[in-house]
């Protein structure tokens, strides 16, 4: 089946940047990847960045102007860049895509890739 896999994550101090990417791997089987998530300890997995429908994009309140979204349509992979990255941006972060069959979407999440960003 198809699966995805992020990458790119690591230890960064504040006001550096990381790139995430996000790929599908294992299968041929078509996936729309929607975009990023992310969650902390103790916390609600949130949204990130995604995109919307028309092809625009969409970033939580407190990444706005700071991360950006993008996809690369020939390889199928969606990447994440993170600049002036805060404490606050720490947390697990997942990509998520969808596969559409003519009943209904199935979900699909990455395993997930540590962002720590030190004070």
């Known amino acids: 089946q198809a699966q995805l896999v992020e990458s790119g994550g690591g230890l960064v101090q504040a006001g550096g940047s990381l790139r995430l990417s996000c790929a599908t791997s294992g299968s041929t089987l078509s996936l729309n990847i929607m975009g990023w998530y992310r969650q902390a300890p103790g916390k609600q997995r949130e949204l990130v960045a995604a995109?919307?429908?028309?092809?625009?994009?969409t970033y939580a309140d407190p990444v706005k102007g700071r991360f950006t979204i993008s996809r690369d349509n020939a390889k199928n992979t969606v990447d994440l860049q993170m600049n002036s990255l805060k404490p606050e941006d720490t947390a697990v972060y997942y990509c998520?895509?969808?596969?559409?069959?003519?009943?209904?979407?199935?979900?699909?999440w990455g395993q997930g890739t540590q962002v720590t960003v030190s004070s």
């Open positions: 995109f919307t429908t028309g092809g625009s994009t």
């Open positions: 998520h895509a969808v596969r559409m069959t003519s009943y209904r979407t199935y979900d699909y």
